[in-house]
């Protein structure tokens, strides 16, 4: 069977590469995978249980269950002003699917994608998918922020999307206001479209998020959310994309000729989720803020690497380039030698190679034995 080219221009992604890798050996500490380890609450749970028992088991509407796309409607207005109503929603099988379907709303083959970076590998995948070319901002200032000249000097006339995903997988930025008002500026100058990941949103600490839509043109931006990382429903896979009715109409669609709809229990369960947003998503949240803190306790004095405390998200993107490792040699040694499993920087882009993502996905006592080990592994470099 001869595979097309599209296929090929995927890779694996170098976390799950790792992970295989790691399946070798006992006792393995994983910091790879932005999958939570708490379960998912027993409330969630009993909503989805209850849906399958009432025989709400069938296909759904294309563009998701009504009540769940008005109670996107109605959260996503809280949070961006904007008045906006169930049209304005599809429902998605996580956001994965909502981005590939949006890029492939809007990209021919040729297009350019700005992806500001560092960036999770699905992004720049989904662009290659459609035949288009992603482009990493690579360039960023102080607290992992991009930089808006270079962002500007990569714009060309093939450009039809900038990427902009804050909080942000991997460094757990927030960008501020000013950051976020500057890029949707650049985009509406350049009749660009913007595209916000915003599926970290709940997962902020310290500094309050905002959506990226609050500056733009009502038609130039397209949102994406997801139940898997605020509600710990990686694997019911619910996501959704927000944008104008006739761009959400047509994508509804596609979707309809891809997946016909997310799972029905699923979106049933997000229902339950999203209506009682806080309850569900703040003890997730304390917890990953306490687990943030024991893993920075624990790797403070650990030479030759350098980290900022991530605003949001559970990951933490730590410098290793002291170590004079590149960030494959450096993942592949680290599991081999003391069975730590993390994710290489060159997943988020090239200029990321002097550096590793760690996710705090892991209880308090692993997170301690891990942040160990990996001082182990350094410290054995001088010897
Ligand atoms: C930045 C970012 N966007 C989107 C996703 C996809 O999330 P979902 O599980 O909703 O498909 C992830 C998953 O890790 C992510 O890190």
């Known amino acids: 069977m001869e595979l097309s080219e599209l296929s090929w221009s995927i890779r694996g992604t170098l976390g799950r590469k790792l992970l295989k890798k790691s399946l070798q050996y006992e006792g393995v500490v994983d910091f790879t995978l932005g999958d939570p380890d708490i379960p998912t609450p027993d409330g969630i749970c009993d909503a989805a249980i209850r849906s399958i028992r009432e025989h709400k088991t069938r296909y759904t509407a294309a563009g998701g269950i009504a009540p769940l796309r008005e109670a996107v409607a109605a959260s996503m207005s809280e949070e961006t002003g904007l008045p906006l109503t169930a049209e304005n929603v599809a429902i998605t099988i996580g956001a994965t699917e909502a981005i590939h379907l949006a890029f492939r709303m809007l990209l021919n083959p040729g297009d350019e994608v700005i ?22 901002a690579d360039r960023f200032t102080e607290g992992f922020l991009p930089d808006i000249d270079y962002l500007r000097s990569l714009i060309t006339g093939r450009t039809k999307i900038i990427v902009v995903n804050s909080p942000n997988n991997p460094t757990g930025t927030v960008y501020p206001k000013e950051t976020l008002q500057a890029i949707a500026q650049l985009a509406q100058e350049n009749g660009i479209c913007l595209f916000s990941d915003e599926v970290y949103a709940s997962l902020t600490f310290d500094k309050p998020f905002v959506s990226v839509a609050h500056w733009c043109d009502r038609d130039n931006i397209v949102v994406f959310g997801s139940a898997s ?12 994309v927000i944008s104008e009715p006739h761009f959400i109409k047509r994508l509804i669609k596609m979707q309809e000729n891809v997946a016909i709809c997310a799972a029905a229990p699923s979106q049933w369960a997000a229902l339950e989720a999203i209506t009682h947003a806080e309850e569900y998503a703040a003890p997730i949240r304390d917890t990953f803020r306490a687990r943030r803190q024991v893993l920075l306790d624990a790797l403070k004095d650990t030479p030759k690497i350098r980290f900022c405390c991530p605003d949001a998200t559970f990951y933490l993107f730590v410098d290793i380039s ?23 920087g060159l997943s988020f882009g090239d200029a990321f190679d002097g550096y590793i993502r760690l996710a705090f996905t892991l209880n308090d006592d692993l997170l301690r034995e891990g942040a160990c080990r990996i001082r182990q592994f350094i410290e054995s470099l001088n010897s």
């Not at 990382?229 to 959704?240: I, Q, Y």
């Open 229 to 240: 990382k605020s509600f710990c429903m990686t694997g019911w896979r619910v996501g959704c």
């Open 322 to 344: 002291q170590t004079g490792l590149d960030s494959l040699t450096f993942c592949d040694r680290l599991l081999d030698e003391q069975h730590v499993a993390v994710t290489p």
């Open 115 to 136: 992806i500001i970076g560092p960036s999770w590998a699905q992004c720049p995948n989904n662009v290659l998918l459609c035949r288009a070319v992603p482009v990493i």
